[in-house]
């Protein structure tokens, strides 16, 4: 963290931190989050990454820092902990105490999700999950100072659908649309042919609502004010294997950049890729992608040229900003990303 060029960010979110059914917080790494020290000259009541985000903090004063709960990993445990009023009880004030112990501005929810049986979820989670933001928002905004509230939200019409947007919005400070992840190599009918992970526009084959624009309009249909809407943009490439091109029967999911396979990070696509694949863009997307004819890799992913078309989206609809997943896969210490989405953003 205390390589992060803050003056490029407003807020920062830490993640993640685990939730038990009983609203218990847990840290997933105490050494990275709190243990690791590097200054032995100076008692502290915790080291590690949070003690870097503070002393971050000090140095950029504009810069806020919340602390995520859930993901996709950790998001088996919210159904069964919102169902319980006693649960959320103490979620809640676990969360307010997490904030004043480790020097956090807020929390962020990062529910995936609501209903989503293969995360244990139910179809009362769409009422609970809205009790929860609602407790949650109470004991956040009567701190002192008051503290913000922000969810990860999904894009996808299966999921958004199963969450009270009309009501939710309220309680939050904003959201962020996960504006990522419309397709994949993961197989199924939806994705038996290679496409776009990240489409402002809907794309010429595939569900026409799988895109940033389509999800975009949807949260505001519902009522969310555009100033609470904020554009998640991946800084990761999504690879498939055994490909011909862009919607083309594949082989499943391709190389990746570290050990997991199908994930391209952005700092790798711009070193490694672009002599050896052919890039293409997509004027009905407005996404570009990579193709490599001798091993077939297919490559959906954002470059400098989507992520200010994108920008110029969130200024012309009026929405709240951008947001990134995530920080590390930039191209470091230049920054190429984060430098393109804030000159575009203010421009």
Known sequence: PKDI??????HINYAFVKVDKKGNLHLIDSWADIDHRTDWNTEK????????LTELKKQHPHLKTLFSVGGWTLSDTFSEMAAD???????????IEFCEKYGFDGIDIDWEYPGFADHNGRPVDKKNFTHLLAELHEAAKSHEPPLLVTIAAPAGAWHYKNMEVETIHQY????????YDFHGPWGGSEDA?????SALYPTEQGDPNLNVDSAVKYYLLEGVPNEKLVVGMPLY?????????????????GEGTTSEAGIRFFSDIKKNLLSSYVRFWDDNAQVPYLYNPKNQQFISYDDEESLAIKCQYIKDQQLGGAMVWELGLDTMPS?????TIHKSLNK
Not at 172 to 179: E, P, V
Not at 335 to 339: E, H
């Open 5 to 10: 060029n803050a003056k490029l960010l407003t």
């Open 45 to 52: 009541p915790y080291w590690g990454n949070f003690r870097q």
């Open 85 to 95: 009023e006693d649960a959320r009880s103490h979620f809640v004030q676990q969360c």
């Open 172 to 179: 939050l400070d904003w959201i962020n649309l996960m504006g």
């Open 193 to 197: 042919i290679t496409n776009h992970h």
């Open 237 to 253: 490439g999504r690879s498939y294997a055994g490909a011909d091109g862009l919607y083309s029967s594949h082989k499943g999911v």
């Open 335 to 339: 920054w190429d990303a984060m430098k």
